[in-house]
C-alpha cells in the first residue's frame, strides 16, 4: 500500500526524535533514539535507547540534553538498533520537528551500519508551525508552550516524540476540517508538491537547527 494515498486514519505516523553528540552528521554520531508509531488513536510501536556513540560526548552538548558517556557507556551501537528501526519504519509516514535535522544523522548512521534508510513520505511539524501558526519562534517548546500541550523534558528524544505527537495532532484537526483524507493530502498543504521523500546527501542538509542541539 502507497502510504500516500492511504487515508490519515489508516496511516501509521512514525514519530521520532534523535539526540546527538553535535551538530554535524559526518563528524558527529546519535546518542539518544525515540520512535513511536501511531494508527488512528492506536499506538503501534514504541522504541526508546540511549546509543553508544563510539565517541565522547562534548560537556556543552551534555549540558543542554543531559546525556553523557557514562550514561551510554552500556547502551547498544546504532548499528545493533537498525534492523529493528527499519523494521519499524516500513510502510509509515515519518514525522518530525526539524525533520531534515534527525534524518540527517539517522541516514549517516544506516550508511555506517551497511543499510539505507528508505524513501518513506515525511511530514515536518516546523513546516506545519511555519504555515499555519504565529508562534514566538518556531522551536518545539515555544510551539506546545504557546498551543498549551504539555511538554516533557526537552531535548530527550522520548519527551520530544511525545511532544511532537501532540503538536501534529493539533494541527491534524485543523487539516481534516479543511478538508484533509489522506497523508498526500497533507504534505500538499505544508510542503507541495506531494510526495517529498528525504534522499539528498546529508551534505547538504542544514547541521542547525530548532530540532538541533541548543535550540
Known amino acids: 500500500m502507497d502510504p500516500l494515498t492511504t487515508a490519515i486514519d489508516d496511516a501509521v505516523f512514525a514519530f521520532i526524535d534523535v539526540e546527538t553528540t553535535g551538530l554535524s552528521p559526518q563528524t558527529s554520531r546519535v ?12 499506538r503501534v510501536n514504541h522504541f526508546s535507547s540511549l546509543v553508544n556513540p563510539g565517541l565522547p560526548i562534548p560537556p556543552e552538548v551534555s549540558k543542554i540534553h543531559g546525556i553523557t558517556g557514562e550514561m551510554v557507556r ?49 511530514i515536518d511539524t516546523l513546516h506545519m508551525a511555519r504555515g499555519f501558526g504565529a508562534f514566538s519562534n518556531n522551536r518545539l517548546g515555544t510551539i506546545a ?48 508538491p506531494p510526495g517529498y521523500c528525504y534522499n539528498s546527501d546529508p551534505k547538504n542538509r542544514p547541521a542547525s537547527g530548532p530540532g538541533s542541539p541548543g535550540a
Open 31 to 42: 546518542c539518544e533514539v525515540a520512535l513511536i508509531c501511531f494508527k488512528g488513536n492506536t
Open 145 to 192: 508552550k504557546e498551543l498549551a500541550l504539555p511538554a516533557g523534558n526537552r531535548h530527550r528524544a522520548l519527551s520530544d516524540v511525545e511532544t511532537t505527537r501532540k503538536i501534529f495532532e493539533h494541527f491534524m484537526v485543523l487539516f481534516k476540517k479543511d478538508g484533509a483524507a489522506t497523508v498526500a493530502d497533507i504534505i500538499r498543504k505544508i510542503a507541495p
Open 74 to 122: 552500556g547502551s547498544p551501537s546504532f548499528g545493533a538498533l537498525a534492523p529493528r528501526l527499519l523494521d519499524a519504519l516500513e510502510g509509515s509516514v515519518i514525522v518530525a520537528h526539524n525533520a531534515d535535522f534527525d534524518l540527517s544523522f539517522l541516514k549517516m548512521e544506516f550508511a555506517r551500519a551497511g543499510l539505507r534508510l528508505p524513501e518513506l513520505p515525511i
